[in-house]
């Protein structure tokens, strides 16, 4: 852009601005058309990309008739108006139909193929709309044909997108990658027959929860609401909660639990105080605000009020399904968050189900659920069986009359099992690193999706994350290809003119250079 206005303002003095800022833009717009101009349409096809194979196994277009109803656009109802004709002022109905209204939705194999990345790759919304518009492997994987060197989309499209789709439409993402290993044979069907389930924590966006932070939070929300709101509080006790959270810091720190004790009470006079003055003000509000102030009051009035010893206590004043969970370790004691379980194959470790447990649950009470589930997933694959036999630990005992459809085994019946049992039983502990795949490689450690269902959109996306990552390493395994370069390939054996895809080396050697044949390489040179 400098230099389009150097070279045309060579030799020239005394310019003006109005002319410098014409001649700036008329540079941008002249940059701008060159770079979308066809020299800049590079080609994306990767053929030998395990990423460009999956884009050619995975079934697009079940996903997309799958998901159509979701998107469809819904007829209105419409409305009475007032029209006029030659016999005055008649009403008339409109807005009815579909409208063809609103910007064109996004391609859904873009959307989905960013679902699939930003999991597989355990990126943010903003962050896989970034390294898309870097990466012409990702660009090839979404369906894009020529390179596109600008972001797809608005992260909070993705937002959107996954609030559209639900539960039941990412589990139809999870279930294409399992249909994905069947077709490329990567999985045998008959190894579906026996399968291992286990539990863990997905913990919530939160900070530690501690009693002086929540009340010094809670009361900060409230005095903020109150003034968007045009109530006029008595105190906001802004300086002297600032203060008494230091305080509290400090006294916790030091174990000097008795002061301790006296600022946490300080802080619940003053929450309470500033509840009780916004409850007295609150009829001046508007309708709308007098909504949203309820629902935090509410919240504040649980924090203000909840013991140590309590049951069902508030954890993070954004996050009121936030529990805390404890699954015994010695390193971290209590996750807070909710509990998921996962299915795996026994041999091949393929995600098969993937679920959340909102009220934490007993381990054994969450098993049938998760069978159901994988069943269903299952179920549209022709020729593959139902799960049968379950590998678990010590905490799915005393459920066998509740999943009397298949065999449990579990270590607490080592006595009653067969060899072949106990040798299966040796594979029971082949989740845990999965687990821990999925939680530091696909973004189960940390869920910052909103409330119940954001955390079970997140363990399902989670878990086809894994699995999209599980096939690209089949693909290598395998050595699988696409079928248009297989078929490159067989033209170029066959003497026949080169696939555009796979051109012959012969087409870029000067017409001075030697061919191979002759020229003497290695030994043939010695032999000389």
Not at 233 to 254: I, N, P
Not at 432 to 440: A, R
Not at 453 to 470: E, F, K, M, P, Q
């Amino acid at each position: 852009m400098t230099f389009a206005k150097g070279l045309l303002c060579n030799g020239k003095t005394g310019v003006s601005t109005a002319l410098n800022a014409v001649l700036e833009l008329y540079a941008g717009k002249l940059a701008r058309t060159v770079l979308r101009g066809p020299c800049y349409r590079k080609a994306v096809g990767l053929p030998n990309h395990p990423l460009a194979v999956l884009a050619t196994r995975i079934p697009w277009a079940s996903i997309e008739a799958a998901l159509a109803p979701v998107f469809e656009r819904r007829a209105r109802e419409g409305r009475l108006s007032e029209g006029v004709d030659l016999f005055g002022v008649v009403p008339e109905l409109v807005g009815v139909g579909v409208s063809s209204a609103g910007r064109p939705r996004l391609p859904c194999r873009l959307m989905v193929g960013l679902l699939y990345l930003k999991h597989a790759y355990n990126e943010s919304d903003e962050s896989v709309c970034e390294r898309w518009a870097e990466n012409n492997y990702w660009q090839y994987f979404c369906g894009e044909e020529y390179f596109q060197p600008r972001p797809p989309c608005d992260p909070t499209n993705l937002v959107r997108f996954r609030q559209a789709l639900g539960e039941a439409g990412v589990e139809e993402l999870l279930a294409t990658t399992i249909a994905a290993a069947v077709q490329m044979k990567a999985v045998a069907p008959v190894e579906f027959e026996r399968v291992i389930v286990d539990t863990t924590v997905q913990e919530k966006a939160i900070a530690y929860p501690t009693d002086s932070r929540l009340l010094e939070v809670a009361r900060a929300k409230l005095v903020q609401l109150a003034q968007h709101a045009g109530l006029a509080l008595k105190q906001t006790y802004e300086r002297e909660g600032k203060s008494l959270r230091r305080r509290a810091g400090g006294y916790a720190h030091a174990k000097q639990f008795k002061r301790l004790r006296r600022v946490l009470k300080r802080q619940r006079t003053v929450l309470g105080r500033l509840l009780r003055d916004i409850e007295r003000k609150l009829p001046g509000a508007t309708r709308e605000r007098q909504a949203q102030l309820r629902v935090w009051l509410e919240r504040a009035w649980r924090i203000c009020r909840q013991r140590p010893k309590d049951k069902g206590k508030l954890y993070a004043l954004h996050a009121p399904e936030v529990e805390c969970i404890g699954k015994g370790k010695a390193r971290q004691p209590y996750e807070f968050g909710v509990k998921v379980s996962l299915a795996i194959t026994e041999k091949q470790g393929l995600i098969i189900g993937a679920r959340a447990f909102p009220g934490n649950p007993y381990d054994g009470h969450t098993l049938a659920e998760q069978l159901e589930q994988s069943s269903i997933l299952l179920q549209d694959l022709p020729g593959t069986p139902k799960p049968k036999t379950v590998l678990v630990d010590l905490g799915f005992r005393g459920v066998d009359a509740e999943v009397s459809s298949v065999h449990l085994i579990h270590r607490g019946k080592h006595k009653t099992l067969t060899n072949s049992q106990r040798r299966w039983l040796k594979r029971r502990q082949a989740i845990e690193p999965i687990i821990g795949h999925v939680k530091h490689d696909h973004g189960m450690q940390r869920c910052r999706l909103k409330g119940q269902t954001g955390d079970a959109l997140h363990a399902v996306l989670c878990a086809a994350g894994y699995n999209l990552r599980w096939l690209l390493r089949a693909i290598v395994r395998l050595g699988l290809t696409p079928v248009f370069f297989i078929l490159a390939r067989l033209h170029w054996l066959v003497n026949v003119t080169p696939h555009p895809l796979t051109p012959h080396r012969d087409h870029f050697r000067p017409a001075n250079f030697p061919s191979p044949t002759d020229r003497t390489f290695g030994f043939a040179r010695h032999a000389k």
